[in-house]
């Protein structure tokens, strides 16, 4: 259901049509496409070896093959004429012999599917996950979900393309390759041939993502929310307060550079209940959270409560140990912090939320699982019931600021990116963009103008330049920072009726960017949309919008 699917649909039932002797060309078409996607995506967007290779050299080579295999269509003569001329099929006979002729016939649908496997750009939140929480954790995990999601990519384009090819093969004409609709798909393949070649297919999907009756990225998004399968998935009721069964809780792996306490490990921690909180320091939701985690911390330490504070990077700067202490330092953590880089701890946890809380009881069993914000005081009672306390509780039932109509948190960097509108297309590299006009800038789009680095993780300003998203919240949040640790004054401007209600983070307008972290860039007086503008000066850094309502 993907608008990103739409510009392949067209190239698979095109290249699909055939006579009757050869009927394997669309499986053919779909297993090449199968395998280019996975080469492609591992190539570009997990590995180093085509890191200074231009995404635009890949789109100009995919873009013109499918071009010329529109021109073959459109011309058939010609290409008769030329193959005659070179004496191919002869050459074929002498050399390979009366099989190789047949193999021939493969070469137009192997090219067509691998043709696009580079430019294949998907909006789905799954290929987004599997990129950023699984083949960061394991390899091997990572590559079984990317060929699972891919051969199930496929098998649905496949069940198209046959389906296409059945119907359109009843007729003669769409078999004859010199009729008049074979030479319109050809002009078909042409057309997306040069939009590919210009990026103009990615403004085409977002156009169509924001005309569909239905939402398919919210679909996709819901149906992964249901899918947590973390060492203790929290049940409805399994005791009075406490959501898991008892689950052993595995040991703290790989963490370093300790702040607040030496190493610690569950083992030495028998006899009381622990409370391991992951989050990392840039997000927002973790940074609303904090405050209650360091609150049961004061209350609840003297009564046999410890509370490990485990930092599992999401962004590459929050790897570095000095920003990970200034970030203890400035919200006022007091409970044990370590740092978990390698994704060890989270992994031997299987969690796969920022912030996630695993309450642990004094036999080392996880009893109590909460993922995301809100139910601090469901929390709060957990912590009680372990301990044997019943007091009135610290925490007051509190609503997570989120509506459900709000922005969803949305990165800028190739790996994640949603919601871009402009041109060119958003692909790693360093380009000129043209912002889009406000107009055409829909609900949840962003557009940037003048000159960007683009990489997986984010975008950087090779000089002064622009960045315009339409927004729904109250509140608006922007992860960046700066390679060269100076500050740099970013200006801010908000449309319409929200003029002058900026966050706590800037000062009329003038935000001051002095190291990697979060900013609160607006503070609105209720929740609606807006424009947000920032002008940026050269080197800034740009990770993600986040948004509270």
Same mark, same amino acid.
């Given at each position: 259901m993907a608008p990103c699917v739409l510009p392949l649909l067209p190239v698979i039932i095109g290249g699909s049509l055939s006579s009757g002797k050869h009927k394997s060309r669309p499986y053919i078409i779909a297993a090449s496409l199968a395998g280019s996607i996975i080469a492609f995506t591992l $190539?570009?967007?997990?590995?180093?070896?085509?890191?200074?290779?231009?995404?635009?050299?890949?789109?100009?080579?995919?873009?013109?093959?499918?071009?010329?295999?529109?021109?073959?269509?459109?011309?058939?003569?010609?290409?008769?004429?030329?193959?005659?001329?070179?004496?191919?099929?002869?050459?074929?006979?002498?050399?390979?012999g009366n099989s !190789?002729?047949?193999?021939?016939?493969?070469?137009?649908? &192997?090219?067509? @599917?691998?043709?696009?496997?580079p430019v294949f750009a998907s909006c789905s939140p799954t290929y987004a996950f599997i990129l950023a929480s699984i083949l960061p954790r394991s390899f091997l995990a990572g590559f079984i979900y990317l060929i699972t999601y891919s051969v199930a990519l496929v098998l649905s384009l496949l069940a198209v393309a046959l389906l296409g090819r059945k119907f359109i093969s009843k007729?003669?004409? %769409?078999?004859?390759?010199?009729?008049?609709?074979?030479?319109?798909?050809?002009? $078909?393949?042409?057309?997306?041939?040069?939009? &590919?070649?210009?990026? !103009?297919?990615?403004?085409?999907?977002?156009?169509?993502?924001n005309h569909l009756p239905f939402d398919e990225t919210k679909i996709e998004q819901t149906l992964l929310a249901k899918q947590h399968k973390g060492i203790a998935a929290p049940s409805a009721h399994i005791g009075d307060v406490l959501?898991?069964?008892?689950?052993? %809780?595995?040991?703290?792996?790989?963490?370093?550079?300790?702040?607040?306490?030496?190493?610690? !490990?569950?083992? #030495?921690?028998?006899?009381?209940?622990?409370?391991?909180?992951?989050?990392?320091?840039?997000?927002?939701?973790?940074?609303?959270? /904090?405050?209650?985690?360091?609150?049961?911390? #004061?209350?609840?330490?003297?009564?046999? $409560?410890?509370? &490990?504070?485990?930092?599992?990077?999401?962004?590459?700067?929050?790897?570095?140990?000095?920003?990970? !202490?200034?970030?203890?330092?400035?919200?006022?953590?007091?409970?044990?912090? %370590? /740092?978990?880089n390698n994704y060890s701890t989270w992994n031997a946890f299987d969690n796969n939320s920022w912030p996630a809380d695993y309450l642990i009881d004094k036999s080392g069993d996880i009893r109590y699982?909460?993922?995301? +914000?809100?139910?601090?005081?469901?929390? +709060? +009672?957990?912590? #009680?019931?372990?301990?044997?306390?019943?007091?009135?509780?610290?925490?007051?039932?509190?609503?997570?600021?989120? %509506?459900?109509?709000?922005?969803?948190?949305?990165?800028?960097?190739?790996?994640?990116?949603?919601?871009?509108?402009?041109?060119?297309?958003?692909?790693?590299?360093?380009?000129?963009?043209?912002?889009?006009? $406000?107009?055409?800038?829909?609900?949840?789009?962003?557009?940037? @103008?003048?000159?960007w680095q683009v990489t997986s993780e984010s975008i950087t300003s090779q000089s002064t330049a622009t960045l315009t998203f339409r927004v729904a919240a109250k509140d608006v949040y922007v992860v960046a920072g700066s390679a060269d640790n100076q500050a740099h004054t970013v200006?801010?401007?908000?449309?319409?009726?929200?003029?002058?209600?900026?966050?706590?983070?800037?000062?009329?307008?003038?935000?001051?960017?002095?190291?990697?972290?979060?900013?609160h860039i607006a503070s609105l007086h209720s929740f609606g949309s807006t424009v947000v503008t920032l002008t940026i000066p050269k080197g800034v850094s740009l990770y993600t919008f986040t948004f509270g309502s």
């Open positions: $190539l570009l967007k997990v590995s180093t070896a085509l890191v200074n290779l231009s995404p635009n050299v890949l789109n100009y080579t995919a873009g013109s093959l499918i071009v010329a295999l529109g021109l073959v269509s459109i011309f058939p003569e010609l290409w008769e004429k030329f193959m005659i001329k070179v004496n191919w099929e002869a050459s074929a006979l002498r050399l390979f !190789q002729k047949q193999r021939g016939q493969y070469i137009g649908p &192997i090219l067509i @599917g691998v043709a696009l496997g007729f003669k004409w %769409a078999i004859d390759t010199h009729s008049l609709f074979r030479r319109l798909i050809g002009v $078909l393949f042409v057309i997306i041939g040069v939009l &590919i070649i210009s990026g !103009q297919e990615v403004r085409f999907e977002t156009w169509v993502g959501n898991v069964e008892p689950t052993p %809780a595995p040991d703290l792996a790989g963490l370093t550079n300790w702040i607040n306490s030496p190493p610690l !490990q569950l083992s #030495q921690l028998q006899g009381k209940v622990v409370l391991v909180d992951f989050w990392t320091y840039s997000c927002v939701n973790c940074n609303r959270a /904090l405050p209650y985690v360091e609150k049961w911390y #004061q209350a609840y330490q003297s009564k046999g $409560l410890v509370v &490990i504070g485990v930092h599992t990077p999401e962004f590459a700067f929050e790897h570095n140990p000095a920003n990970v !202490q200034n970030a203890v330092t400035t919200d006022k953590i007091t409970y044990p912090v %370590a /740092l978990d699982v909460a993922l995301g +914000e809100g139910d601090y005081d469901k929390t +709060e +009672e957990a912590i #009680q019931s372990l301990l044997g306390i019943n007091a009135p509780l610290k925490t007051p039932v509190s609503k997570v600021p989120i %509506a459900s109509d709000q922005t969803p948190e949305t990165y800028f960097g190739t790996n994640r990116e949603s919601g871009y509108n402009g041109n060119p297309g958003l692909t790693d590299g360093t380009h000129n963009f043209t912002s889009q006009s $406000l107009n055409k800038l829909f609900q949840n789009f962003w557009t940037l @103008g003048g000159n200006s801010i401007n908000l449309s319409g009726n929200a003029a002058g209600q900026y966050g706590s983070d800037d000062s009329s307008g003038k935000l001051i960017i002095n190291g990697y972290r979060l900013y």
